[in-house]
């Protein structure tokens, strides 16, 4: 009986692949000499295989956490409390960068002052609040003639708001939109 080859994947399952670990542990570590560090211990180079006597003496894992050093430098630590707190540090880290909000403002070539001020009071909220505001004027059909008024209109929306910002980009033409990127003067408190 032969069988026949498949040419295709549809329908096979991809076997799961094992992740490696962050860091080599234990017997998986390979330089003859380490720099130890831990908790009660004096830090010092000793041979791996003393390294590792110290951390079998006390239940705890050899991590190697600074494999490109001369020698590498390991700590006698639990392996899963070091990824633990490796992973925490990493995301209060994360949640102090601050993400940059940028907030559009539409407008059109022939924007009424009563819209104009509307807008600009929104604009202004946002510059208070330490967002990036991005207006721009948006030309419908044959409107793309008036990109002069869109100039205008956009640096006269900059010189209302050169108290709480900055003009981080000029009026730009990108197509059928002009843009104009306004920063905040000072950060939020």
């Known amino acids: 009986m032969a069988?026949?080859?498949r040419t295709s994947n549809r329908g096979l399952r991809v076997p799961f692949k094992k992740r490696e670990a962050e860091h080599k542990?234990?017997?998986f570590i390979t330089a003859p000499q380490v720099r130890v560090v831990g908790e009660d211990i004096e830090s010092a180079i000793y041979p791996l295989s003393t390294a590792l006597e110290m951390a079998t003496e006390k239940e705890l894992d050899l991590v190697e956490i600074s494999p490109n050093a001369i020698p590498p430098v390991c700590r006698i630590t639990d392996y899963n409390k070091f990824l633990f707190?490796?992973?925490?540090?990493e995301k209060e880290i994360k949640a102090k960068t601050k993400q940059t909000v940028i907030k559009d403002i539409r407008f059109g070539p022939n924007t009424d002052d009563h819209d104009f001020q509307f807008k600009l009071r929104h604009a202004t909220a946002f510059l208070?609040?330490?967002e990036k505001v991005r207006a721009?004027?948006?030309?419908r059909g044959r409107s793309i003639m008036y990109k002069e008024?869109?100039?205008?209109?956009?640096?006269?929306?900059?010189q209302a708001l050169e108290e709480l910002g900055k003009v981080e980009l000029l009026p730009k033409l990108e197509g059928k939109r002009m843009f104009i990127t306004i920063g905040?003067?000072?950060?939020?408190?």
């Open 149 to 158: 008024r869109g100039e205008l209109l956009l640096l006269n929306f900059a």
């Open 3 to 5: 069988f026949k080859k």
């Open 136 to 139: 721009f004027v948006h030309f």
């Open 25 to 27: 542990i234990n017997q």
């Open 184 to 189: 905040p003067k000072s950060a939020k408190k």
């Open 128 to 130: 208070e609040a330490g």
């Open 85 to 89: 707190e490796k992973r925490k540090k």
